[in-house]
């Protein structure tokens, strides 16, 4: 057993955007998606409230865990009641620094940051109000319903704002992770992705693979790959059943062009609330 060769399979023609929402996620645990499949022009009706969420990711803190990756983010709660159709934001910790803060952990599930609890600068009231952000928080929680019944249960959403930044050739810019993981949580978690910019730069491919490549990187011969894509349209974007699959996404470097470059994406990601009582 110990001499057999590693077990590899790759389907990079899998999951295209057309293999969008509820159906690609129930039968394979992933799906692609672009605005079409939304219902939203970024060019057209929603242009301004996609540039306000553009201004939004322009001034993102550096992470506080990862000083020197070029990695900027925001983090905030929100909830929502589904016999009431009600999403909300929850209120972060007051911090004399950033305003207010909220909490993020990805249990033990993070190999980088295994059981740490992270305090994270808040999205701002401002942004939380965008129409624009609003109306992809509720696709995401729509898919989810499709799949699962959580309407007498509230739905937990972790709202991540995450830009990888360069500033000129020879940097690159490393999210977290850097390797397959999953994000943990019940066998109902779910993490939707959605481009909102990328400007100048190479790299920053997305990887599905499953449970048990969680850990590896993707060149590893024993990771067991499903798909590769490179998110490059305002608001392309992606889902996962966390525990059906594993995912990764690689660095940007500066593209060719003078001047910084940058990928910004929104991550959210979404679990029945867990009673702790």
């Known amino acids: 057993m110990g001499n057999a060769e590693p077990q590899r399979r790759s389907h990079s023609g899998a999951g295209g955007p057309g293999a969008a929402g509820?159906?690609?996620?129930?039968?394979?645990?992933?799906?692609?998606?672009?605005?079409?499949q939304l219902g939203i022009v970024p060019?057209?009706?929603d242009a301004g409230d996609l540039a306000r969420?553009?201004?939004?990711?322009?001034?993102?803190p550096p992470d506080p865990y990862a000083p020197g990756t070029n990695r900027f983010r925001r983090y905030s709660h929100a909830v929502y009641l589904p016999w009431k159709d009600e999403l909300s934001w929850i209120p972060g910790t007051p911090d004399p620094v950033h305003g207010t803060v909220t909490n993020f952990s990805q249990g033990e599930d993070d190999p980088e940051h295994p059981r740490k609890l992270r305090v994270l600068p808040d999205i701002p009231e401002a942004l939380r109000g965008n129409a624009l952000l609003m109306r992809l928080l509720r696709w995401d929680i729509a898919?989810?319903?499709?799949?699962?019944?959580?309407t007498r249960r509230p739905l937990w959403a972790g709202v991540h704002l995450i830009r990888l930044g360069v500033d000129g050739p020879g940097q690159e810019a490393v999210s977290s992770p850097d390797c397959l993981h999953q994000d943990g949580g019940s066998a109902a978690t779910f993490t939707f992705a959605h481009l909102i910019s990328r400007t100048n730069v190479t790299g920053g491919q997305?990887?599905?693979?499953?449970?048990?490549?969680?850990g590896l990187r993707?060149?590893?011969p024993w990771a067991d790959i499903h798909t590769g894509f490179t998110l490059t349209d305002p608001l392309d974007g992606y889902a996962v059943h966390d525990h059906r699959v594993s995912h990764y996404v690689g660095p940007v470097r500066a593209g060719s062009d003078p001047g910084p470059g940058?990928?910004?994406?929104?991550?959210v990601g979404l679990a029945p609330y867990v009673p702790q009582l």
Do not use: W
């Open 218 to 220: 993707p060149e590893d």
């Open 143 to 150: 898919q989810v319903l499709s799949l699962k019944d959580l």
């Open 206 to 214: 997305n990887v599905i693979a499953t449970p048990g490549s969680a």
């Open 262 to 267: 940058e990928r910004s994406i929104l991550i």
């Open 22 to 36: 509820a159906d690609g996620l129930r039968e394979r645990g992933f799906a692609r998606y672009g605005a079409e």
């Open 53 to 60: 969420i553009r201004e939004g990711f322009a001034t993102l």
């Open 43 to 45: 060019d057209g009706s």
